[in-house]
Nanobody
Framework: QVQLVESGGGLVQPGGSLRLSCAAS????????MSWYRQTPGKERALVAS???????NYPDSVKGRFTISRDFAKNTVYLQMNSLKPEDTAVYYCYAFYNAVNYWGKGTLVTVSS
């Protein structure tokens, strides 16, 4: 069982930065994949960053060079650093973990990019 709790969302101006955190219950070292997704009303949840147990990362073109996923094993936390934010980045951001063939999701945190 894995519980995920996101934090760090909020209102930010275009061009600004924000760092999201995802605190996991237990050691994240055991988790196969941890990712961040985002979702806007009427659209499917979309991947924005992923990291596997070996540290390999993956980003879609829409955020590549602006978003960075990282992890802190000591704090059992995964982060999403978001720079050069755009209004189209506005969404609810969800933390995801894949462990023992089970998908786990956090409840999400809202990011609003607006002037």
């Amino acid at each position: 069982q894995v519980q995920l709790v996101e934090s760090g969302g909020g209102l930010v101006q275009p061009g600004g930065s924000l760092r999201l955190s995802c605190a996991a219950s237990g050691s994240i070292f055991r988790i196969n994949v941890m990712s961040w997704y985002r979702q806007t009303p009427g659209k499917e949840r979309a991947l924005v960053a992923s990291m596997d147990s070996g540290g390999y990362t993956n980003y879609p073109d829409s955020v590549k060079g602006r978003f960075t996923i990282s992890r802190d094993f000591a704090k059992n936390t995964v982060y999403l650093q978001m720079n050069s934010l755009k209004p189209e980045d506005t969404a609810v951001y969800y933390c995801y973990a894949f462990y023992n063939a089970v998908n786990y999701w956090g409840k999400g945190t809202l990011v609003t990019v607006s002037s």
